[in-house]
C-alpha cells in the first residue's frame, strides 16, 4: 500500500513541474481548421485495433491476455478484479449468477436426510454425516507404506489416445507403458467428476459429487474440514500433503481452497519464473522440475503426499512441442479419418504428447529419487478436444486412472473396473491404510464389490458407461440422487444429521 501515496506525491510533483513549465512557453496562434476525413480515415483502425485488445483482455492474442477466467495474476484478490476491463467484469457477474442460481435444492427434514443416507449405503442413525459413511480398511494392499505418493491430474488428459484405435500415433507412450508394467494396475472404465478442471479439483479435495454448489466458494469450506478430502485421509494416514498447481493460486480460489482442506502446502506458478508459460500459468516441464527439487530436500523420516495438477495441455496449445520433438510428420501420417489432419488439429495433439512425455520424465526422475514411490496418473476432463467424426461417450468422456510402484498388482483390477474422482481417496485408504484404519466416503473404494461410478451426467457399471437420463434403472437413479442429496446438505449445512 506504500505505492499508493508514493504515487500521488510524484503526480502532485510532476503536475506541478509541468504547470511551470507551460507558463513560460511562449503563445502562438493557430488557425482552426477541420481535417473531418482524416480523423475518420484514423478513427477506424485505432477502433479496430482497441477493440482487439480490449477483446483479449489487455493484449492482441489469447495466449497473452488476461481475461475473465485467467485475471487472478496478484496476490491481492481485490487487484484481480481490477483488472477486468467493465464489460468482461459483468460478463463474469452474470455468468457465475446463473451457476449459483442451479445449486441444488436441499429444502428436507432430517428424516428425509436419514432415508438418503440409507439409500446410499451409508448407516441412518449416526448422528452425523461423516460417522454415517465410515469404511474399515480389512488388509492393505501394499505391505509397506511408500515414502512419497504422487497424484498427476493432467489437464485434458484422456483415455482415448490409449484406446486401440488411437494409441499407435504414439501419444501417450510413456503412460501407456507404465499401465502394461507388472507393477501396475489401472481402472479401465474411469469417469472425471465434471467437464472442468475446477470440478475434479473439488472432487480429489472435498470427496462431495458435482451438484453446481461450487465447493471451492462454500463458507462450510472454509469454516472446516471434509473428512472425504483426499487430503484429510492422507494427512490422517501420516503424510504431509502438498498441492501443486501448473496456474496461479487465485484461479478459482485454489490456493486457499486446498489449505483450508487439509493440505500443509501449496504451491504454483506465482513461485515460478518460466519463459515458456502463457496465461494460464508456466509449463509442465517447469512445474515437475519444482517438485523434483522439492522432493530432494525431503527430510529422511517425512511421508510426503503430492497432489500435481498440470495446465499445458489447454488453449493457446502455446509450448513449442516441435523443439521438443513431437514427431508431427510420421503422427500425420498414422491420422485415421475421425482426426483432422490440419496443423492447428497436429498442434493440439502435440501438447497430449506433450503432457505425456513430462509425466514420463518425471517418474522415472522421481523414481530415481525414492524407488518405492507410488504413482497414480489421471486426467481432470476429457470432453476439450474435437474430433471429425462423432465418437460414442468413452472416446469422447473417459480418462485414464494408472496406479504404478513397487508392490502394484495388474489384478487389483479387470476389464470390468469402473471408478470416479470421489474414489480415488478410499481407493488409497485401501492401498497403504493399516488394518482397521477408519475413513470415509460417501462412495465405497475401487475395489468394493459394488462396481459402480458416476458424475455430474454419466455413470458406469461393468465396463460400460451410460448416460443418466429417463432410461436409467430406478434403483441407480435414487442411489445417485440419493448421495447427491447427501453431499449437498453436507455442503451447505454441514455435519450434523439433526
Known amino acids: 500500500m506504500w505505492r499508493f501515496p508514493s504515487a500521488l506525491l510524484l503526480g502532485i510533483a510532476l503536475a506541478y513541474g509541468l504547470r ?45 491476455s488476461i481475461n475473465w477466467e485467467s ?47 440409507a439409500a446410499s449405503g451409508g448407516n441412518k442413525n449416526a448422528d452425523s454425516i461423516d460417522k454415517a459413511f465410515l469404511h474399515t480398511v480389512k488388509q492393505p494392499k501394499l505391505a509397506k507404506q511408500p515414502r512419497n505418493i504422487v497424484l498427476i491430474v493432467g489437464e485434458s488428459f484422456g483415455d482415448w489416445p490409449f484406446l486401440p484405435k488411437y494409441k499407435d500415433l504414439g501419444l501417450v507412450d510413456n503412460m501407456l507403458a507404465l499401465k502394461n508394467a507388472s507393477d501396475a494396475a489401472h481402472i479401465t472404465t474411469m469417469l472425471p467428476h465434471g467437464s472442468g478442471t475446477i470440478s475434479a479439483v473439488n472432487g480429489l479435495v472435498s470427496g ?54 487439509s493440505f500443509d502446502e501449496f504451491h504454483c506458478a506465482d513461485e515460478f519464473s518460466d519463459n515458456s508459460g502463457n496465461a494460464w500459468g508456466c509449463s509442465d516441464a517447469a512445474l515437475f522440475k519444482q517438485i523434483e527439487a522439492y522432493m530432494s530436500k525431503e527430510k529422511e523420516q517425512e511421508k510426503v503426499f503430492h497432489v500435481v495438477l498440470t495446465t499445458s495441455n489447454h488453449p493457446p496449445y502455446s509450448i513449442d512441442v516441435d523443439g521438443m520433438g513431437f514427431p508431427r ?31 514420463g520424465d518425471f517418474v522415472k526422475q522421481a523414481q530415481s529419487m525414492y524407488s518405492d514411490t507410488l504413482f497414480v496418473i489421471t486426467g481432470d476432463h476429457s470432453e476439450r478436444f474435437s474430433f471429425a467424426k462423432e465418437q460414442d461417450t468413452r472416446t469422447l468422456s473417459s480418462i485414464p486412472c494408472i496406479f504404478y510402484g513397487v508392490g502394484v498388482q495388474q489384478a487389483w483390477f479387470n476389464d470390468k473396473s469402473v471408478g470416479d474422482h470421489m474414489q480415488l481417496a478410499g481407493t488409497l485408504a485401501e492401498i497403504i491404510g493399516p488394518a482397521g484404519f477408519t475413513y470415509t466416503a460417501l462412495q465405497p473404494s475401487m475395489f468394493a ?50
Not at 31 to 58: D, I, N, S, W
Open 329 to 359: 510428420a510420421k503422427v500425420k501420417s498414422k491420422l485415421p479419418a475421425d482426426i483432422a489432419s490440419d496443423e492447428k488439429t497436429l498442434t493440439e495433439l502435440g501438447h497430449i504428447w506433450y503432457a505425456d512425455k513430462t509425466m
Open 208 to 261: 462431495i459429487p458435482d451438484m453446481g454448489l461450487y465447493e471451492n466458494y462454500q463458507a462450510n469450506s472454509f469454516n472446516g474440514k471434509y473428512a472425504t478430502g483426499i487430503g484429510y485421509i492422507m494427512k490422517r494416514l501420516g503424510y504431509k500433503t502438498v498441492f501443486w498447481y501448473g496456474g496461479f493460486s487465485g484461479w478459482q480460489n485454489i490456493g486457499k481452497f486446498t489449505k483450508a482442506q
Open 20 to 64: 511551470i513549465w507551460l507558463h513560460k512557453l511562449p503563445v502562438k496562434s493557430f488557425v482552426e481548421v477541420q481535417h473531418k476525413k482524416l480523423v475518420a480515415v484514423l478513427t477506424l483502425p485505432m477502433l479496430a485495433v482497441l477493440c482487439v485488445f480490449v477483446r483479449y483482455g489487455g493484449a492482441f492474442n489469447y495466449a497473452h
Open 71 to 117: 485475471a487472478a495474476r496478484l496476490k491481492s484478490n481485490l487487484l484481480n478484479e481490477a483488472i477486468l476491463d467493465d464489460g468482461q467484469a459483468l460478463y463474469r457477474v452474470r455468468d457465475m449468477k446463473r451457476k449459483i442460481d442451479k445449486v441444488t435444492n436441499i429444502n428436507i427434514t432430517v428424516a428425509q436426510l436419514r432415508e438418503k443416507i
Open 449 to 498: 464389490e459394488q462396481g459402480f461410478a458416476f458424475n455430474h451426467r454419466l455413470y458406469a457399471a461393468d465396463g460400460k458407461i451410460y448416460t443418466q437420463d429417463s432410461s436409467v434403472d430406478k434403483k441407480i437413479t435414487d442411489y445417485i440422487n440419493s448421495v447427491r442429496g447427501v453431499g449437498a446438505w453436507r455442503v451447505l449445512k454441514g455435519d450434523a444429521v439433526k
